[in-house]
């Protein structure tokens, strides 16, 4: 069965109730579970839970939260998990060959005038001259694993700096908190990452910042949404129930953070949502400033980037990380929300 695009929020909600029979309610929500990362990127999924609009769609949610993007994708193939937000990684992709996994949708993305992800150096390589990114050969630079985004990022960045991608040193960390550990210590000198950590970091005095991700990758699209090919084929209607409820949680989150139309007593209690799920082992008024920094727009409706995603999956085929079969229709499912 074919369904339509999520237009609008409320064409999404009177497709998942027109598919149930009507306006009889549900006897019992659906339970499913939810990759997340602790980011203030994943606020969607966050704001969803918090304010009902996943019960509103008869969905009972629980989150499991990894430290990296290629584990999120396995056990979204494996089923431990329903669905996920975050970045396109070689493992993903892997999956999405294997007819396992499927991306469904977009979430965070680069766009112009928003603060977006940053390039960070530690304190030490800033002093001996790593001041920008056209200074990265012969440096090292952290990743969580090979075939990550920050892999992706790594290499186009020096790319687009004419630097030769065997001049820069990867150094594969497995967790993000490792990475910000070996980044403040100087045991690695180069890093990217979203501006609630890079901004967080760069206030104390071991890391300093050197440039934009944006500057290199424009309209990059972060982060997507993704499940099992089992649900995008076989249980459509779940899909939709989950992408709309998640995208009034990215709307809020939008309108508060990102484009400000609420006012500041809606900006307030946003943050602190966000807070119990970010940071939240740091008194508020220590995260609150981390939170607001982080507020990358989240794509209306789920729409996604599809242009950037054929260019990271171009990227990961030239790099010989991923086989050359796929193809972009075998990665994602453009059926359920609007590509562009």
Do not use: C
């Not at 369904?3 to 409320?10: E, G, I, Q, W």
């Not at 290499?155 to 490792?178: M, R, W």
């Not at 890391?207 to 934009?212: A, K, R, T």
Request: charged share 20%; proline share 4%.
């Amino acid at each position: 069965m074919q369904f339509p695009k999520l237009r609008s929020l409320a064409v999404a909600s009177a497709a998942a109730v027109f598919l149930w029979g009507g306006a009889a309610p549900m006897a019992a929500a659906e339970a499913i579970k939810v990759g997340a990362l602790r980011f203030t990127s994943h606020a969607g999924s966050f704001v969803a839970f918090e304010r009902g609009y996943f019960a509103e769609q008869d969905l009972d949610v629980e989150f499991v939260f990894f430290q990296a993007a290629q584990p999120m994708a396995v056990a979204i193939a494996s089923g431990d998990v329903d669905f996920g937000v975050t970045a396109i990684s070689g493992g993903l992709i892997g999956l999405a060959e294997k007819g396992a996994v499927k991306v469904i949708g977009g979430a965070l993305q680069e766009e112009p005038g928003i603060d977006g992800q940053k390039i960070l150096a530690s304190k030490a390589a800033f002093d001996a001259g790593l001041t920008s990114a056209d200074q990265l050969a012969g440096r090292s630079f952290g990743i969580t694993q090979p075939g990550s985004s920050f892999h992706y990022m790594a290499h186009k960045i020096a790319e687009a700096e004419g630097i030769p991608t065997d001049e820069i040193t990867l150094k594969p960390l497995q967790k993000v908190g490792a990475i910000v550990g070996a980044l403040k210590s100087g045991q690695i000198d180069a890093w990217t990452i979203v501006p609630h950590i890079a901004k967080a970091l760069a206030g104390g005095p071991e890391v300093e910042i050197i440039g934009d991700v944006a500057d290199y990758i424009p309209n990059y699209q972060v982060t997507t949404v993704f499940t099992s090919t089992e649900n995008a084929n076989d249980q459509p209607e779940l899909v939709q129930r989950f992408l709309a409820a998640f995208s009034q949680g990215a709307a809020d989150f939008n309108a508060a953070l990102v484009d400000k139309t609420t006012g500041a007593e809606e900006e307030e209690a946003m943050v602190r949502l966000i807070h119990k799920y970010v940071n939240a082992d740091r008194p508020f008024e220590q995260a609150a400033t981390s939170i607001r920094n982080g507020a990358m727009r989240i794509n209306e409706n789920a729409r996604l980037n599809l242009a950037s995603v054929e260019d990271q999956l171009n990227w990961f085929q030239a790099s010989g990380l991923v086989s050359d079969a796929i193809t972009i229709d075998m990665l994602v499912d453009q059926s359920f929300v609007e590509v562009f």
